[in-house]
């Protein structure tokens, strides 16, 4: 399933310094974070400050928590099914700190964060 590919790049981010704390996703609470295939297909990421995130894609949502481990965020995914065959739960890949209005690629993904919950 592409939800967990697009989660996952949309949590990638491009060079720059990452946080070793949960401080690299302050900026993210209460906004979303949208990601953008080459199709024009979009998932919402929705992170909380108590470690939980929801993900919107395809008509469907699923939810789970993250962790801040030094420059890699993990999303531990509640419902296995939404993963893709072969991706691993948690999924962890590199993150780094973004302010609302940014946009930046990650892979093929275009990835920008917006105010509120959209």
């Keep these: 399933m592409r939800l967990v590919l697009l989660c996952a790049a949309m949590t990638a981010m491009t060079a720059g310094a990452a946080l070793a704390d949960d401080s690299v996703l302050a ?10 295939d080459g199709a024009g297909n979009e998932t919402r990421l929705y992170y909380a400050a108590d470690h939980t995130f929801k993900v919107k894609a395809q008509g469907q949502t699923t939810n789970g928590t993250w962790k ?30 973004h302010k609302v209005g940014d946009s930046w690629s990650a892979g093929p993904y275009s990835v920008s964060l917006v105010a509120g919950i959209q």
């Design 27 to 36: 900026s993210r609470f209460g906004n979303t974070t949208i990601t953008k």
């Design 68 to 97: 801040i481990d030094g420059g890699t965020i993990c999303l531990a995914y509640a419902n296995p099914a939404a993963l893709a065959a072969g991706t691993p739960n948690p999924t962890c890949v590199p993150v780094s700190n």
